[in-house]
């Protein structure tokens, strides 16, 4: 079986954002083209890596493309927001980054998580063409999704419910 590829070349928007409360929450990859819709499931630690990703990515790129115009980063929040239902294509497994000089578009490769005993040839994967600001704005707009969760302890690193937190670097002591 071969891969089942889909594609917008190039999104009119590109989003991520998370539904649920803290705790609970299920972070979303989302862009649309006219009415094509793409939707995948991805970690809270994946969007956290893709958004530093995208910046560094973006600073090598200008780096190496000394006259590109720097890509903004503005953004709209309620834009930005996606709201349910929302039908996930799969969960990813792995994102990669990409950049076409030509015409001056990055790319967002997303692969299905399969399985150990499945071949990479049977997932599915997502390409999604978008401009440099809007991988920015995605970046940004990702940072502060994943900060909006629960608080992490001070102490131990491992986040907090609402309703106290067992910390094992205080003994169990719930504060």
């Known amino acids: 079986m071969s891969e089942k590829l889909y594609e917008l070349d190039p999104v009119d928007h590109i989003t ?94 997303s692969r299905e998580l399969l399985l150990e005993d499945l071949p990479a040839e049977d997932g599915a994967v997502v390409r999604l063409w978008c401009t440099r600001a809007q991988a920015r704005a995605l970046a940004r707009w990702g940072a502060e999704v994943v900060k909006g969760g629960r608080q992490i302890c001070t102490q131990c690193g491992e986040p907090m419910e609402p309703e106290g937190h067992f910390c094992p670097k205080k003994n169990g002591h719930k504060h």
């Open 16 to 109: 991520a954002d998370a539904i649920g409360k803290p705790g609970q929450r299920v972070f979303y990859l989302h862009a649309w083209k006219g009415e094509q819709v793409l939707t995948v499931i991805i970690e809270k630690i994946q969007l956290d890596s893709l958004s530093i990703g995208i910046e560094k990515f973006l600073a090598e790129v200008r780096q190496q493309n000394p006259d590109l115009v720097e890509a903004s980063s503005r953004y709209v929040e309620e834009v930005m927001r996606i709201s349910p239902p929302v039908d996930p294509l799969f969960r990813v497994g792995e994102i990669s980054l990409g950049y076409d000089q030509a015409e001056d578009k990055m790319i967002l490769i």
